[in-house]
């Protein structure tokens, strides 16, 4: 069983504390028995130094027979000490590497079992943030960075990780890029965003992409790359503060509805699938209300269309994407339907 740093670290301050004290015993103990030599401080402790590490080297000058006497106590516990301290060493590089290689190769492994998860590409601010989002949702996340120190954060919110840059294509398929749901960019900046989008795209064509955009004039760019949604920082944060001045009751109910863990109505969305009950079926006639409990607020159509508020007589059809406001239990029948 391989040990865990944190114990490594701590033999190895351990035996580094015993290595030091016992080469101040030397050196005062020198300084005081050979006194009578004029042995100065330094060569007290120059003697103590090449004693408990054997080195050899030529003695400052004779001891007399207690100095000696001090000098085969020395040798006993000094290299002892100093073995214990080299020991430590040794232990905690190798180890250390050991570890790292381990935890490198579990992770590869459970990112390998991995399917329908997202990849976040960036932990900054904002990624940090979508990780979040996702964790309380209890989706599979892997995360894509090239900074150590933001993905030793991710790991210890319990992400899986991958080193490296979003925009290689070796790197998102380490990252299980093919097998899964959906991939949110949010690096640094905008050519490293539109670089994950194109290889993303490339390596699977079903991904759901979502990207930032800093400069909103590279909007198109990141359009043209692949991306199915596209977030301006700005932009949003501008109507947002709009509407909190205009609607504040609207945006507040909205909040509690998409982020209150413990409010009972959530707003989801929900595929209508081939060969679903749903499917050909008019909203009215399929009585979604009265069977599921869930309400229908809107149905973006597989033509791009989206319908808010739709009336009893829209035809659901294979591929459209409904929008509901319901309780998990009510959704969770509405998906039932819907496959």
């Not at 759901?208 to 949604?229: D, M, P």
Request: hydrophobic residues 45%; proline residues 2%; charged residues 20%.
């Amino acid at each position: 069983m391989i040990e865990r740093p944190v114990d490594i670290r701590r033999q190895l301050r351990r035996a580094a504390l015993v290595f030091a004290i016992v080469t101040l015993v030397g050196a005062l103990g020198y300084y005081v028995i050979e006194r009578g030599q004029n042995w100065s401080l330094l060569d007290s402790l120059y003697m103590a130094v090449i004693t408990v590490s054997t080195v050899g080297f030529r003695e400052v000058q004779d001891p007399g027979p207690v100095g000696r006497m001090f000098t085969i106590v020395l040798i006993v516990f000094g290299v002892g000490a100093f073995m214990y301290l080299v020991t430590s060493v040794a232990n905690y590089v190798i180890a250390g590497e050991l570890h790292g290689l381990w935890s490198q190769r579990r992770m590869e492994k459970q990112i390998a079992h991995l399917t329908d998860h997202y990849i976040i590409c960036g932990f900054g601010r904002m990624g940090s943030q979508v990780v979040l989002d996702f964790k309380r949702q209890n989706h599979a996340v892997v995360v894509v960075d090239t900074s150590e120190e933001a993905l030793h954060k991710a790991t210890e919110q319990g992400c899986l990780v991958v080193h490296g840059d979003a925009g290689d294509d070796e790197v998102l398929k380490q990252a299980g890029v093919e097998r899964a749901r959906g991939l949110v960019s949010c690096v640094a900046g905008d050519a490293g965003n539109l670089m994950a989008v194109l290889s993303a795209r490339t390596l699977n064509e079903k991904l759901f992409i979502v990207a930032r955009v800093i400069v909103e004039r590279n909007t198109s760019k990141l359009q043209a790359a692949g991306a199915n949604r596209i977030l301006w920082p700005y932009g949003l944060s501008g109507r947002r503060m709009a509407q909190m001045a205009l609607r504040p009751n609207v945006v507040e109910f909205l909040e509690f509805v998409m982020h209150d863990e413990e409010l009972e109505l959530w707003l989801e969305e929900v595929t209508i699938a081939i060969g679903s009950e749903l499917q050909d079926a008019a909203i009215g006639s399929a009585a979604i209300r009265e069977k599921t409990g869930a309400m229908l607020v809107a149905i973006r159509q597989r033509t791009g269309k989206m319908l808010i508020a739709p009336p009893p007589k829209t035809v659901l059809t294979a591929g459209d994407i409904a929008v509901a406001l319901g309780t998990r239990d009510q959704l969770q029948h509405l998906r039932e339907l819907a496959k």
